[in-house]
């Protein structure tokens, strides 16, 4: 008769938020890209079951740390359930395992992890590419992951000026007064002052386009993180540096997907991967006046780096709840 395998902690979005400060959310992605680029890592394309309304992402992959893991993470994406239904864009779970014994580690609010994660990646390309000194930030998409990533990337720039473009005026308003904000009324004007550009939106057709950018500029490509989304122009992308999360990924259903479609760019014309950058494999920001793209489609690796960190820290200090699943057979 085998052992039972030891309990699974069951780790909510609550507790995952007072465990990780944004330092450990940032140390994470430093470690997820690290590893993509030093081969101790798989991360496959993700799954994509669309349904109606929205559309689950199924997201898996395995890391070596300091201990081996796997992490697979399936997200429901319903971008109208905030207005129709009141419940969040992205709900979901990641279950952690062993990726040395398969013994299941712990089962864990997706939500907080997926905007964490996403906003850290940004923060760690916008700390490698953007200009040291940027001071202005323009955020496109005032929702949860917008929020995200306005705790986020303040950590790692200057930012002095912080203005807010959305669809909706009234979310655009209400982050701007929560964070001492301006509200961009004409998009093109707040574009070409700002120095950083997130886009964190569910658009379908591009608004970001080439003549909205000034030389110098890093954006951040957020919401394209399935083949029918699509925020930057394929004449932006073409004019830009691109730095992929992961080039096989953003080629099937990123902003790159579009360019290479529209036949602005091949898969060839990506400068480098993020990992890339962070092993010193590729170097950084060349210029001053040189635009830079990160395209951001958020990879397994992001999920299981950043899920094995949470999970380390709820199990040290042992107040989050564990079951039984399994018996001994």
């Excluded at 991360?43 to 201990?67: C, E, I, Y």
């Excluded at 299941?104 to 700390?127: C, G, N, W």
């Excluded at 200009?131 to 306005?150: E, F, V």
């Excluded at 705790?151 to 005026?169: C, G, H, K, M, Y």
Aim: one cysteine or more; proline letters at 5%; charged letters at 20%.
């Amino acid at each position: 008769m085998t052992h039972a395998p030891p309990d699974v902690l069951i780790i909510t979005g609550d507790e995952i938020a007072r465990a990780m400060a944004p330092a450990d959310w940032l140390q994470a992605a430093e470690r997820s890209f690290r590893a993509a680029a030093t081969d101790t890592a798989c991360s496959p394309l993700p799954m994509h079951l669309p349904v109606r309304r929205g559309g689950f992402h199924v997201k898996a992959a395995s890391v070596s740390l300091d201990r081996n893991y796997v992490a697979a993470k399936v997200n429901g994406n319903f971008p109208a359930n905030p207005e129709e239904l009141g419940l969040p864009t992205v709900q979901g779970a990641i279950i952690l395992a062993d990726g040395s014994s398969g013994v299941l580690l712990a089962v864990m609010d997706s939500i907080e992890v997926t905007m964490r994660r996403t906003a850290a990646a940004s923060a760690l390309a916008a700390k490698l590419l953007a200009k040291p000194d940027s001071a202005t930030m323009l955020l496109c998409g005032c929702g949860a992951q917008g929020r995200a990533h306005m705790a986020a990337i303040p950590e790692v720039l200057p930012l002095t000026r912080l203005l807010f473009w959305d669809r909706s005026r009234d979310a655009a308003e209400g982050l701007a007064r929560d964070l001492n904000g301006t509200v961009a009324s004409d998009l093109q004007a707040a574009s070409l002052s700002a120095d950083v550009i997130v886009c964190c939106t569910s658009a379908s057709e591009p608004f970001l386009h080439a003549d909205m950018v000034r030389p110098g500029t890093f954006i951040a490509a957020v919401g394209t993180d399935n083949p029918d989304k699509s925020e930057i122009s394929p004449a932006l992308m073409a004019r830009a540096t691109v730095v992929a999360d992961s080039l096989q990924q953003c080629a099937v259903m990123g902003d790159l997907h579009h360019a290479i479609a529209a036949r602005k760019m091949t898969d060839a014309d990506v400068y480098a991967e993020l990992g890339q950058v962070v092993a010193g494999a590729r170097s950084g920001r060349k210029s001053p006046e040189e635009i830079i793209v990160f395209d951001s489609t958020g990879t397994g690796l992001q999920d299981v780096a950043a899920a094995a960190a949470v999970y380390e820290r709820c199990a040290s200090a042992g107040q989050v709840r564990s079951i039984a699943l399994a018996a001994a057979r």
